[in-house]
């Protein structure tokens, strides 16, 4: 089993709350100095900058989870993962169709450019993309699974937009592959104070909005092998393979 550094909660200069240095090149070679073998690019309801970021990275040998940090009917935030462009594209397509369309005019919001590898703005984004969609965070999941992705509850132990404060329980039915964590915080005391059983993996990442943000927070993935089954193996803690928080 070999271990492997990862941050899986970046953003791009995509969200409109991200820096405006968040650009895919300068995300990679951050992330490759900061020693991370594996990153989540989690722009908010949005996948449109996950693809260059993930085939730039791939020639410094960084495997890219291509996703998106949604936020639900619930205003729950939750990362959403995907193997494939078939699936990622996919769910672009159910995230553009279930968001509210709110105005972003002259980017009252923030500026939500969709970018190449040299920065070159490819298009703007004219409605805010940290909206709630319409679906509720089951609702969601089961879009997640059903495309073959990974579905984990973000920065649950946060006041704002996380699991438990803003629902103050799991859902009986929803299925997930793990929960991230965030801020100064132990997994002791997160297990502790939510009742969380082992069986439950905990991932602790930064949520990057800034360059020198990437890496400050991240896990130890123990994998056979760098790629996307064996991340969601140890996610679920299949044979062997687990994530250890440093």
């Given at each position: 089993?070999?271990?492997?550094?990862?941050?899986?909660?970046?953003?791009?200069?995509?969200?409109?709350?991200?820096?405006?240095?968040?650009?895919?090149?300068?995300?990679?070679?951050?992330?490759?100095?900061?020693?991370?073998?594996?990153?989540?690019?989690?722009?908010?309801?949005?996948?449109?900058?996950?693809?260059?970021?993930?085939?730039?990275?791939?020639?410094?040998?960084?495997?890219?989870?291509?996703?998106a940090?949604?936020?639900?009917?619930?205003?729950?935030?939750?990362?959403?993962?995907?193997?494939?462009?078939?699936?990622?594209?996919?769910?672009?397509?159910?995230?553009?169709?279930?968001?509210?369309?709110?105005?972003?005019?002259?980017?009252?919001?923030?500026?939500?450019?969709?970018?190449?590898?040299?920065?070159?703005?490819?298009?703007?984004?004219?409605?805010?993309?940290?909206?709630?969609?319409?679906?509720?965070?089951?609702?969601?999941?089961k879009?997640?699974?059903?495309?073959?992705?990974?579905?984990?509850?973000?920065?649950?132990?946060?006041?704002?937009?996380?699991?438990?404060?803003?629902?103050?329980?799991?859902?009986?039915?929803?299925?997930?592959?793990?929960?991230?964590?965030?801020?100064?915080?132990?997994?002791?005391?997160?297990?502790?104070?939510y009742?969380?059983?082992?069986?439950?993996s905990?991932?602790?990442?930064?949520?990057?909005?800034?360059?020198?943000?990437?890496?400050?927070?991240?896990?130890?993935?123990?994998?056979?092998?760098?790629?996307?089954?064996?991340?969601?193996?140890?996610l679920?803690?299949?044979?062997?393979?687990?994530?250890?928080?440093?």
């Open positions: 089993m070999r271990e492997f550094r990862a941050d899986l909660h970046i953003h791009t200069v995509l969200s409109p709350c991200a820096d405006l240095e968040m650009a895919p090149r300068k995300i990679v070679d951050q992330a490759e100095k900061a020693g991370l073998q594996l990153i989540g690019i989690t722009d908010h309801n949005s996948t449109l900058n996950a693809k260059v970021i993930r085939d730039l990275a791939r020639e410094k040998g960084i495997l890219v989870l291509t996703g940090e949604v936020t639900t009917k619930e205003e729950v935030h939750c990362l959403a993962f995907f193997e494939n462009d078939r699936a990622l594209d996919a769910f672009q397509y159910y995230l553009e169709e279930n968001i509210m369309h709110v105005p972003n005019r002259n980017g009252h919001f923030g500026y939500q450019p969709v970018v190449d590898e040299d920065e070159n703005v490819l298009q703007l984004v004219p409605y805010y993309l940290t909206s709630a969609l319409k679906k509720g965070i089951s609702s969601v999941q879009k997640v699974y059903e495309l073959g992705g990974i579905f984990i509850p973000a920065h649950v132990n946060r006041p704002l937009n996380g699991l438990f404060s803003h629902l103050g329980f799991i859902p009986y039915n929803l299925q997930f592959d793990a929960m991230g964590i965030t801020g100064k915080t132990t997994e002791n005391h997160v297990r502790k104070h009742a969380l059983e082992n069986k439950i905990l991932i602790y990442n930064s949520d990057a909005h800034f360059l020198d943000q990437i890496g400050t927070r991240f896990s130890v993935f123990h994998l056979e092998e760098l790629n996307f089954n064996e991340v969601k193996m140890a679920n803690q299949i044979d062997s393979r687990f994530v250890q928080i440093s």
